[in-house]
């Protein structure tokens, strides 16, 4: 298969200016198309998702495009959740009992701009703003766009178009409009939306709260949640129920109501947001919904990749990632030398869309664990049994949230399944009684109920066996 073929990306946003920057590393002619301006001249975060959290399979497609160290710079270590109480108080709950395991606060931006930049530094690859994909004709190879400039309407012609063009897909809508084959989608919403407010940085650039964690304030029917920017402020997210309860986003419209619900609830966080009611209003309500759709490719000539293909809710802090592994697992189908793109794209979608099916559901159930379980005694009894386990005995033991998150070679299904089976177990437990509070097990004892654990554990994956869900 040539190399010279013309391949046109539509989507320059994170997962579409990565597969550009790795395409034309490999010698590939690559043009890609972006409906927005250049985000390196223009202001366009626009109160969404100005922050995204970064790990480990994020960091492996840095090392895949060798830009890593460039990327680090970006980055603000989270070396765990900063739960907040109704009453303002704090305790840290780290992500691992493992040292060197943390993810990271980064600026989408400040990424989205790296890649770009790292991306037209190949003579081979082309990128063209305010061009929006209007269709495309998945059977001619061609897409139609409108040029915000010109005004004008025009057809891009091409030997194989990758869709990253987000939730929205233009290709993706081709698809399912287009009725030229058997096409599935589903997309489903979450009863809650969010909105982006800000802590703004203290005197001379100080943070106002601690720097390097993920502040979660959870209350059980909607949470609060800030990471922090490299000014030193932190970007604020309220997830919160359309219609439902006491406070909704339907009901909070005036800036008393807003105070009101703040100062029951998110104390604390108020005291540190004088400009609460500036944000409230003026930021955008958006909502909260998980796409799945097969399948990805048009025979060779059309193929999406990442929110196009598998838009997820952002609670498992992996949608970035997930997107970024689309294309270090796209790297690896070319690496096995297929002679065509309809094969190419046929082995990538049957390796990959188990696990994006498996992130999104984990997402889902990460949503419930972060807003109320992770104030359940429970909920952190296990958590602190596994810190203990992870610590104690770092390579025989990995939670759920250690598999997902620092696992990058473990896919997400196997991820799934194995950390809900030790959630199980472990949960069953502590209910029975069998395993006493983490801080009187003696060290020694400690490997013995590790033991049972993990014997607990392959019984129920077992059990998944037989009911033919591994």
């Keep these: 298969m040539t190399k010279q073929q013309n391949i046109l990306i539509i989507g320059a946003g994170l997962c579409g200016s990565l597969l550009a920057l790795r395409l034309g590393q490999r010698g590939y002619n690559v043009t890609v198309m972006e409906m927005r301006p250049d985000m390196r001249k223009v202001d366009i975060s626009a109160g969404r998702s100005i922050n995204l959290a970064f790990s480990d399979r994020g960091i492996k497609a840095m090392n895949l495009?060798?830009?890593?160290d460039k990327v680090m710079p970006l980055c603000i270590p989270m070396k765990g959740r900063m739960l907040h109480d109704i009453e303002g108080q704090t305790i840290l709950a780290p992500y691992s009992g493992r040292e060197h395991e943390y993810i990271n606060s980064i600026s989408r931006g400040g990424l989205n701009e790296l890649l770009l930049t790292e991306a037209e530094k190949h003579d081979n690859v082309n990128i063209h703003f305010n061009k929006k994909c209007l269709s495309v004709d998945f059977e001619k190879t061609t897409a139609l766009f409108k040029d915000y400039d010109t005004k004008k309407e025009f057809i891009e012609d091409a030997d194989v178009i990758f869709a990253t063009d987000g939730a929205g897909s233009a290709l993706r809508q081709s698809y399912y409009l287009g009725k030229?084959?058997?096409?599935?989608?589903?997309?489903?919403?979450?009863?809650?939306?969010?909105?982006?407010?800000s802590i703004l940085p203290g005197e001379n650039g100080s943070y106002k709260t601690f720097k390097n964690a993920l502040h979660i304030w959870g209350r059980e029917a909607f949470m609060l949640i800030a990471l922090p920017n490299l000014d030193g402020?932190?970007?604020?997210?309220?997830?919160?129920?359309?219609?439902?309860?006491e406070y909704n986003f339907n009901n909070l419209t005036t800036k008393e109501h807003v105070l009101e619900f703040f100062e029951k609830y998110f104390k604390d966080a108020?005291?540190?947001?004088?400009?609460l009611v500036d944000d409230f209003f003026k930021n955008p309500?958006?909502?909260l919904g998980t796409v799945k759709c097969a399948p990805w490719h048009y025979k060779g000539n059309t193929l999406l990749m990442g929110d196009a293909a598998h838009a997820i809710v952002p609670f498992y802090g992996q949608g970035m990632n997930a997107s970024f592994e689309d294309v270090t697992e796209f790297d690896k189908v070319l690496d096995e030398g297929h002679q065509d793109w309809e094969t190419i794209f046929k082995v990538y979608q049957a390796n990959r869309k188990k696990d994006t099916d498996a992130i999104a559901d984990l997402a889902i159930d990460n949503f419930h664990e972060m807003k109320g379980h992770v104030n359940h005694t429970n909920f952190r009894e296990k958590r602190n049994l596994e810190m203990a386990f992870e610590k104690e005995f770092p390579t025989e033991y990995s939670s759920k949230y250690s598999l997902v998150t620092f696992n990058e070679d473990i896919g997400y299904r196997?991820?799934?399944l194995r950390g809900?089976?030790?959630?199980?177990?472990?949960l069953n437990m502590l209910a029975d009684g069998n395993i006493p509070a983490v801080t009187n097990i003696a060290k020694a004892d400690l490997k013995n109920v590790l033991e049972d654990v993990k014997t607990e554990?392959?019984?129920?994956l077992e059990d998944d066996r037989i009911a033919g869900l591994k």
Excluded: C
């Excluded at 030229?180 to 407010?197: A, I, N, R």
């Excluded at 809900?420 to 472990?426: E, H, P, S, T």
């Design 414 to 416: 196997d991820a799934m």
């Design 457 to 460: 554990t392959e019984n129920m």
């Design 285 to 287: 309500t958006s909502p």
């Design 233 to 245: 402020s932190f970007t604020v997210t309220l997830f919160l129920s359309f219609d439902e309860g």
């Design 180 to 197: 030229k084959f058997l096409f599935s989608f589903s997309q489903d919403w979450l009863t809650h939306g969010y909105k982006e407010l």
């Design 420 to 426: 809900r089976a030790q959630d199980k177990a472990i």
């Design 65 to 68: 495009v060798g830009i890593l």
């Design 270 to 275: 108020l005291e540190l947001m004088p400009n």
